[in-house]
């Protein structure tokens, strides 16, 4: 009776350890697609702004280093150098 008891425990606690485990995964992943959800916003935005007629390049250069900073991981090659194109060639007079 001690011997099962004994191996039931053991189970349980690797069968919460796996479960601890998967969890942590789990979240750790919808993490990553909320933060590129949120950087494919942050693109759009940018995107909206640089077409507006009177655009305001200050706030374009914030958002495009804030961009670059905060979703490097999540923006391909092509993007960075969208935005590096918006900030070398957005004039603060505009």
């Known amino acids: 009776m001690k011997k099962s008891l004994f191996y039931f425990g ?7 350890t796996f479960i601890n485990c998967s ?7 919808l993490s ?7 950087c ?7 995107d909206k702004k640089w077409n507006e007629e009177d655009r305001n390049c200050s706030e374009i ?5 804030k961009i670059l900073d905060t979703c ?5 090659a092509e993007q960075k ?3 590096q194109f918006y900030a070398d060639n957005c004039s603060t007079d505009n």
């Open 40 to 46: 494919a916003n942050l693109m759009v935005e940018i």
């Open 72 to 76: 490097n991981d999540f923006i391909d």
């Open 23 to 29: 969890v942590k995964d789990v979240v750790d992943d």
């Open 10 to 16: 053991a189970f349980l606690l690797t069968l919460s």
């Open 32 to 38: 990553d697609t909320q933060k590129a959800l949120d």
């Open 81 to 83: 150098a969208q935005l």
């Open 61 to 65: 250069k914030s958002d495009v280093a």
